[in-house]
């Protein structure tokens, strides 16, 4: 005898192989030694059994009818049956039939490509619609009639979505040629197609973001363009803002590109107001996100160009990038873009942008999310501080091993920062280093995590005036001194004297 969790006697016979895999059941009768399990009979349950799902299922395709007949015949026959594996033959054979049949297409009887998404039936639907609808532009007719007849999901297509179909519009911000909005659309996103209605299912009643692009209808190509890239990343679900479709500002005639809604809004506002309760565990979580999406892009061979904290978007537990206005393919030459402390030293000296550009941008979101501080905070940063090496500095009680991928990320040679697949791979391994047994990971974490609990009112940020203006050399990668200063003296004294002011060690002169 054994002793199970709670302290009770086990069976010796529920140790073997056979009961286990069989759960067979033994007459007390029998001891284990005597005991030979029942052998399946090899000429009449199987064979039936196989002689309905041969004769079954190759016809579900074509008749919906003999699902029902087919799975009541199994009933039938299982109910005669007595033997457990005997039995286990016959439901697993309903199992399939059931699944196989809930896969298949309503209407062609035929497999559908995805959840309830058959390409052929739809593309036949969406092409019955295109007289009921119009942008009143044919290239954009044409791209938007492209992306439905050719979608292989419910995420991968775009639609014209008419103005009058957005209700309580609200101002929400403006930033470059664009006016953002959040709205409500009535109908809401398709689901799927009913075919008791004879229409789209939809959601109705759904939150977006109507994005104004000033100046659109004038530079049409490069609109459409935009929305190109958009749509190559949105046939991936996750980890990317979704596109729903286009529509067209009332009045100046600008296009607009509708999005999904994000509550909680970029991530700089979400760190802002809460980053007392910004867990190390769900920061990591944040960063493979972010990652993941980033990956999508450079698979694609795209490069964001303009990855920043403020296109970083929040919805619940969810974070995705956004804003690929921008976003061109690796090695295609532009203009100069981007928010000053995001961009890598290469592209203020004049090159090119790559991957690899993306990926010190990434480098200093991990030093946002760390510190909860926007880059640089404590001097005035100019593009030839970035090129000299001059980087954010090092949060207080963050771990070594982030530390080392975050300054990895903005080495000043770009071939030396890792690629987004990397950071996937660490950035799991420390999500589940206790799951993994990687003991001084985790326990590194732990030790963050608590002091981020328990933090130490009168201690100073650790990114101090001796790491101000740094610069990062391969040996200061593997190690934990603290880079020399590069400030002067004057300006080190005023810097201090501000931090002792506002953390009220000292009183101001004024």
């Known amino acids: 005898m054994n002793l199970g969790f709670n302290g009770s006697m086990i069976p010796e016979y529920k140790n073997t192989k056979y009961y286990q895999h069989s759960r067979a059941r033994i007459p007390s009768s029998q001891s284990q030694s005597s005991y030979t399990p029942r052998q399946t009979s090899t000429n009449h349950p199987r064979s039936v059994s196989e002689r309905y799902s041969r004769s079954t299922t190759s016809s579900l395709h074509d008749n919906s009818s003999l699902k029902n007949e087919s799975i009541k015949s199994f009933s039938y026959y299982h109910k005669k049956i007595r ?55 044919p290239d954009l007719d044409n791209f938007i009639t492209k992306t439905q ?6 995420h991968s297509f775009f639609e014209w979505i008419p103005f009058m179909n957005f209700d309580n519009i609200k101002y929400l911000a403006k930033g470059g040629c664009n006016v953002v909005y959040k709205a409500i659309w009535k109908q ?86 809460n980053f007392e309760n910004f867990s190390w565990i769900e920061r990591l979580i944040t960063l493979k996100d972010i990652a993941m999406g980033l990956e999508i892009i450079h698979n694609s061979g795209y490069v964001h160009r303009d990855l920043h904290i403020g296109n970083i978007l ?63 905070y404590h001097e005035d940063i100019n593009p030839n501080n970035i090129i000299q090496g001059s980087r954010p500095g090092r949060p207080h009680s963050t771990p070594v ?13 770009p071939r030396k920062r890792p690629t987004a697949n990397y950071l996937i ?39 101090s005036i001796n790491q101000t203006n740094q610069s990062i050399s391969n040996s200061q990668l593997n190690s934990n001194i603290s880079p020399t200063a590069a400030t002067p003296r004057k300006k080190q004294k005023s810097i201090l004297i501000r931090i002792l002011v506002k953390l009220k060690i000292i009183k101001s002169k004024s």
């Open 188 to 273: 809401g996103p398709i689901i799927c197609w009913d075919t008791n209605i004879n229409n789209w299912k939809r959601l109705g009643n759904y939150e977006v973001v109507l994005k104004v692009i000033k100046g659109s209808q004038k530079n049409l190509n490069e609109f459409i363009n935009m929305l190109i890239v958009h749509h190559k990343f949105h046939t991936i679900v996750g980890h990317i803002l979704r596109c729903f479709g286009i529509s067209r500002w009332e009045g100046s005639g600008d296009f607009i590109i509708v999005t999904s809604y994000a509550n909680y809004g970029n991530l700089r506002q979400y760190i802002y107001q």
């Open 314 to 376: 929040r919805h619940k537990n969810r974070t995705m990038i956004s804003d690929f206005g921008l976003t061109w393919r690796q090695g295609s030459s532009g203009k100069l873009y981007g928010v000053l402390p995001y961009m890598a030293p290469e592209i203020l000296s004049g090159g090119q942008y790559s991957f690899a550009s993306d990926i010190y941008s990434f480098g200093i979101i991990m030093y946002e999310i760390a510190s909860g501080k926007i880059p640089f």
């Open 401 to 413: 091993v982030y530390i080392q991928l975050m300054e990895s990320c903005w080495d000043s040679d």
């Open 83 to 137: 033997s457990w594996d005997e039995r286990e033959v016959i439901n697993d054979e309903i199992l399939q039939l059931q699944k196989h049949s809930s896969e298949l297409c309503p209407e062609c009887r035929k497999l559908f490509n995805e959840k309830k998404w058959c390409r052929p039936c739809n593309a036949e639907h969406f092409r019955r619609q295109i007289p009921k609808w119009t942008s009143w532009s």
């Open 149 to 154: 007849v050719t979608a292989n999901n419910v």
């Open 425 to 463: 791979s660490m950035l799991d391994d420390w999500i589940h280093s206790k799951r993994k047994h990687l003991v001084i990971i985790y326990n590194s974490f732990q030790h963050a995590e608590n002091e981020r609990k328990n933090p130490e009112p009168t201690k100073i940020d650790q990114i």
